[in-house]
């Protein structure tokens, strides 16, 4: 069990952070969390903040088709590498169909 002493040269990154109050009282606006109520509101925190990269991840796992192979250590599938250059010219394409749309033509100034 790691406790709240010792210099922090040694710990790794993460391991003996002490959150603002301000910075928690932000997290739990957003996640609807009362932090006063854990024991360790570092602990609360550092839960709070893994959600947040879950989420992340999961909303890259739905919109890059190679995230989950590199995610994993691998090179993506040569499927998921056409879905992702196909995906790619979708959005260049609807880019500029919207350039094209911003001028309404017939409009009077």
Do not use: C, W
């Not at 109050?21 to 839960?47: F, L, P, T, W």
């Not at 192979?69 to 992702?84: F, Q």
Request: aromatic share 6%.
């Amino acid at each position: 069990m790691a406790g709240n002493h010792g210099f922090s040269g040694v710990y790794e990154q993460g391991d003996q952070i002490n959150y603002p109050r301000s910075n928690v009282a932000d997290e739990e606006k957003h996640h609807k969390i009362n932090a006063e109520g854990y024991k360790d509101q570092n602990k609360a925190m550092n839960r709070m903040l893994e959600e947040d990269i879950q989420d992340e991840v999961a909303e890259r796992y739905k919109h890059d088709p190679t995230y989950r192979a590199t995610m994993h250590g691998n090179e993506p599938s040569r499927g998921a590498k056409t879905d992702a250059e196909i995906q790619r010219e979708e959005e260049e394409l609807l880019k500029r169909k919207k350039e094209k749309t911003d001028s309404m033509p017939g409009k009077k100034f």
